[in-house]
């Protein structure tokens, strides 16, 4: 089963909105609310930032949110600051192998 | 809150079994709706799920590595175990230990720790 498929780089400026996507099928982000969303900052481990497709764990900015229409899942970040920097992956439950991730997306602020 | 920390060699031959322990904290290992699971992430490429042993001990592998892992706990110690047999260079990578819920959303992680393969 392929990765999810997410833009290998997005950037903005601070203050701005982006949204970053995550395409897969209706085996896995189509068919199920089990999308999640992960930040990973160089060096350190990836920190959950959305689960479900909209929830937002405590402590997590709500600049974060995350939609999802069909086969595609999205995170949207408003209000762009400079330590939003990071690189982001999408997850999704599918049956075929428990969890799938998206091959991660580069997001740098101008 | 539940904390895990990866402990294990930081190299290992090729052909070797690679094996990590995640010791966890804050919270026990038998407690419901817990998966403790494994992921990896060879240097400058993405995420890989490798499995998992559940609060009740059943265990997932993904397919791709059924047949040379091995994942296992002590519930006395608190911890649970991963290993991987007759590796390769491309078996390279930082490892983490990570609690999965229902629904497959991992949180929180361990720091990770990095495995060379190499000899």
């Known amino acids: 089963q392929s990765a999810l498929t997410q833009p290998a780089s997005v950037s903005g400026s601070p203050g701005q909105s982006i949204t970053i996507s995550c395409t897969g099928t209706?085996?896995?982000?189509?068919?199920?609310?089990?999308v999640s969303w992960y930040q990973q900052h160089p060096g350190k481990a990836p920190k959950l930032i959305i689960h479900d497709v909209t929830i937002r764990p405590s402590g997590v900015s709500n600049r974060f949110s995350g939609s999802k229409s069909g086969n595609t899942a999205s995170l949207t970040i408003s209000g762009l600051q400079a330590e939003d920097e990071a690189d982001y992956y999408c997850?999704?439950?599918?049956?075929?192998?428990?969890?799938?991730f998206g091959g991660g997306t580069k997001l740098t602020v101008l | 809150q539940v904390q895990l920390q990866e402990s294990g060699p930081g190299l290992v031959k090729p052909s070797q079994t690679l094996s990590l322990t995640c010791s966890v904290s804050g919270g026990s290992i038998s407690s419901g709706d817990s998966y403790w699971s494994w992921i990896r992430q060879p240097p400058g490429k993405g995420l890989e799920f490798i499995g998992y042993?559940?609060?009740?001990?059943?265990?997932y592998y993904k397919p791709s590595f059924k047949s040379r892992l091995s994942i296992s706990a002590d519930t006395s110690k608190n911890h649970f175990s991963l290993k991987l047999t007759s590796v390769t260079a491309a078996d390279t990578a930082v490892y983490y230990c990570v609690r999965a819920v229902d629904g497959g959303w991992f949180d929180p992680w361990g720091q990770g720790t990095l495995v060379t393969v190499s000899s």
């Open positions: 042993i559940s609060y009740s001990g059943n265990t």
């Open positions: 997850t999704s439950y599918t049956t075929s192998i428990y969890v799938i």
């Open positions: 209706r085996t896995d982000v189509g068919g199920y609310n089990y």
